[in-house]
């Protein structure tokens, strides 16, 4: 079976690291803002829990890190940054939040291996972290050569993050509407990995039903989806519901567009032939 990489890349991720810090530690240094000020306590720390001492070059050097961040131009460059962070301060307090930063943006130039690695140090940091924790879901799966114990972690990280995601307020700053859009993305996410670690499982009635409501969610659905949604209906013998979906993908321009085109020509000669399955 080919790689399901998909829509990894900035465009993917665009937005979908905005919020997630405000909801466990506040807007202060896991927010993507400056760190906050020696001795403070963030918000959401309970008082008797003393902020981790930093030394005043390390805390210029996580503001800079902040600032360049924001203003580099592409994934590559927000790696280097990171990177040369951890390599400077491998202990920092905010070591979680720039593995976090590193996941997505190791995503972006399809550096899997970094990105699940990096993904693994931000929830050892952070066991909550809503940004991480449905992009750990999505991609996992997706590789070639995943294991059951990978492919259960991933469904472990979705539920985790759908279960968050559930009861989690709106942040500072963002209005609803926003809001409401970010999280859809993230929970497409879960739900796509979910559906796509119960493919590889063989489980195709509880890949549909997944994948369903990754594309239903997301405002610009994963051609993968997709496809692999129509691979599940195909295998259960829903053969209506596969050539819909195969349809669906093959006009989303990108390398899976023939290939669905010609599985929904398959799929037709097939359902002429063979029982639909009952829902």
């Not at 905005?18 to 008082?47: K, M």
């Not at 968050?164 to 796509?192: H, I, V, W, Y």
């Not at 195709?204 to 594309?215: F, I, K, T």
């Not at 610009?220 to 209506?240: A, T």
Request: a neutral charge; hydrophobic letters at 40%.
């Amino acid at each position: 079976m080919k790689s399901f990489i998909g829509k990894f890349g900035a465009a993917a991720l665009l937005g979908l690291c905005v919020f997630s810090f405000a909801w466990s530690q506040g807007q202060g240094a896991a927010g993507g803002g400056a760190a906050p000020a020696q001795g403070q306590v963030q918000p959401g720390t309970p008082a008797a829990a003393p902020v981790p001492q930093v030394s005043k070059e390390e805390l210029d050097a996580y503001n800079k890190f902040v600032v360049d961040v924001k203003a580099a131009g592409d994934a590559r460059q927000k790696v280097n940054l990171g990177e040369a962070f951890i390599i400077a301060y491998p202990n920092s307090m905010y070591a979680g939040t720039v593995h976090g930063q590193l996941a997505m943006n190791y995503l972006s130039v399809n550096e899997v291996d970094k990105m699940i690695a990096a993904g693994e140090k931000a929830l050892a940091s952070d066991p909550n972290n809503v940004d991480v924790l449905p992009l750990m879901a999505f991609a996992l799966p997706r590789r070639n050569g995943t294991t059951v114990q990978q492919l259960d972690a991933a469904m472990n990280y979705a539920r985790r993050a759908i279960n968050l995601l559930s009861t989690m307020p709106t942040p500072a700053g963002l209005d609803e509407a926003t809001f409401a859009k970010l999280k859809n993305e993230k929970l497409a996410q879960c739900r796509s990995g979910m559906g796509t670690a119960y493919f590889k499982a063989g489980k195709y009635d509880e890949a549909v039903n997944e994948l369903a409501q990754a594309v239903k969610l997301d405002p610009n659905p994963d051609p993968v989806d997709y496809y692999v949604l129509g691979l599940s209906n195909d295998r259960s013998s829903h053969f209506q519901d596969a050539i819909a979906a195969f349809d669906k993908c093959a006009g989303i321009p990108g390398s899976l567009q023939a290939n669905c085109r010609n599985l929904s020509v398959e799929t037709k000669r097939k359902a002429a032939n063979s029982l639909e399955a009952p829902r």
